[in-house]
């Protein structure tokens, strides 16, 4: 028996990397992954790396007329093909999120396989979860608690399984030691998309200049600098300081390890990984209250409502004038990801639903 991921984008992003953590891990590998994707990139490259099956197929837009005409009906039984020159039939086809719910279904019916489905994005709505045809699937699986909750409202009479994301033991590092002073260089997590707050981030300093007690920071940004039209920050507003926008960064570990304090401002999460990761490497990290974060990070100090610059303001102000005397008792947090959010879990909720999904008779 295999099972057969349906996972289009391949960079390095949080549902690659989850993905990855999955396919990698030992029990998982008993059920033969597979992977199926839209061209070659950091997630093909780590299965490649780990002996894991890829195949490379052109993924249409699943939801354009001509896709549903004849492209996902193509696209299914060109990749069902290439398996069968593998030698390869999977039981089980398993979209790793709503946008390849389309193609993973009919990927299911091509190759007469169950159907599974993990639920991440968390501006998901319940006409993406219908017209994506989510609810066909025979195991559906949130990531997080609330999106969870979410769904299970929009479709009461399924199942909604939660299985949460979960990270390796050799992600974690010992807790940094807290810096002397408030540090002058920040790291900005998240990416040029709206919804992942940078721009409440710059309104918060600007509200901070007007009572000029922000020092000069610098700030780093983990991706490239948004399009104005699609995500304006409006960062003409603040006068002190700088503002480096990073690029697509691959070693986020590295990267992460060279800061004194992370800010995470997302204005919403289903799970929030890169904030999960941030705190496995034992770094301060000041964050929105969305995803699990809040299940980790039990200091109000550090965390701030999200979509509130103004909060986010008053988190800022306080750490500047207080820094001394904070404490983040990051081994307290990292305790607290080993008790609830490891892959080892992941896993066996995986496992264990795959167990049921191949017992159960066909619809």
Known sequence: MSILFVQKRTHRAGAQTCLARLLRHEALRAWHPILVCS?????????????IPTVIETFPGSRSIAARWFQNKSFARRTRMHLERLNLKPAIVHANDHWEGLLGLKLAGEMCARSAIFL???????????????????LIAAVGDELQARVKEWDPSRDIHLIHD???????????????????????????????????????????????????????????????????LGLER????????????EA????????????????????????????????PLLSSRTGIIEQIIEQPEFLFSPRQPADLARALRNLIQNWPHLHFYPAQSQQRIREKFMIDRTVENVCAAYKTLSNRPEK
């Open 39 to 51: 061209q070659d990139g950091w997630l093909t490259e780590t299965c490649n790396n780990h002996g």
């Open 120 to 138: 991440r994005s968390p501006g998901m709505t319940r006409e993406d979860y219908f017209k994506y045809e989510c609810h066909k699937y025979d």
């Open 166 to 232: 979960g990270i390796c033991e050799n992600e974690f590092a010992p807790p940094k030691p807290k810096a002397i002073a408030f540090p002058e260089k920040i790291l900005v997590i998240g990416s040029p998309l709206d919804w992942k707050g940078w721009a409440d981030v710059v309104e918060a300093l600007a509200l901070l200049e007007r009572e000029d007690i922000v020092p000069d920071l610098q700030l780093d940004f983990t991706g490239d600098a948004p399009e104005p039209a699609k995500n304006n």
């Open 238 to 249: 603040l006068r002190k300081g700088r503002r480096i926008f990073l690029g697509r960064v």
């Open 252 to 283: 986020f570990r590295e990267l992460v390890l060279g800061y004194d304090l992370v800010i995470n401002p997302s204005r919403m999460e289903s799970f929030g990984m890169a904030a999960v990761e941030v705190l496995a490497l034992g770094v």
